[in-house]
């Protein structure tokens, strides 16, 4: 049974930072790429960052230079360190374990992120 658990997420005041945490179990990590979404109330989930297996990486124009993705292939875990935190930020953030080849992709059950004074 594959899962993936999130967790880190809190509330922060505005230029604070947090660092969020997803560790999969039931598939080979190393093999599979890996995104965070985000999801704000009232709007679609939008794709934050990805990392490859390869540990290649991409972000968002909106969260560009501020957060960073990053893997433990060991630990099977993910990690997506957000500073300068801005109230737009708020959502709740989801991982997602992907691999070429399969069409199945994997969820965790998010996170809520709050960024408020």
């Known amino acids: 049974q594959v899962q993936l658990v999130e967790s880190g997420g809190g509330l922060v005041q505005p230029g604070g930072s947090l660092r969020l945490s997803c560790t999969a179990s039931?598939?080979?990590?190393?093999?599979?790429?890996m995104d965070w979404y985000r999801q704000a109330p009232e709007k679609q989930r939008e794709l934050v960052a990805s990392i490859g297996s390869a540990g290649d990486t991409n972000y968002s124009d909106s969260v560009k230079g501020r957060f960073t993705i990053s893997r433990d292939n060991a630990k099977n875990t993910v990690y997506l360190q957000m500073n300068i935190l801005k109230p737009e930020d708020t959502a709740v953030y989801y991982c997602k374990a992907r691999r070429r080849g399969n069409p199945r992709e994997y969820w965790g059950q998010g996170t809520q992120v709050t960024v408020s004074s």
């Open positions: 039931g598939i080979l990590f190393r093999l599979y790429a």
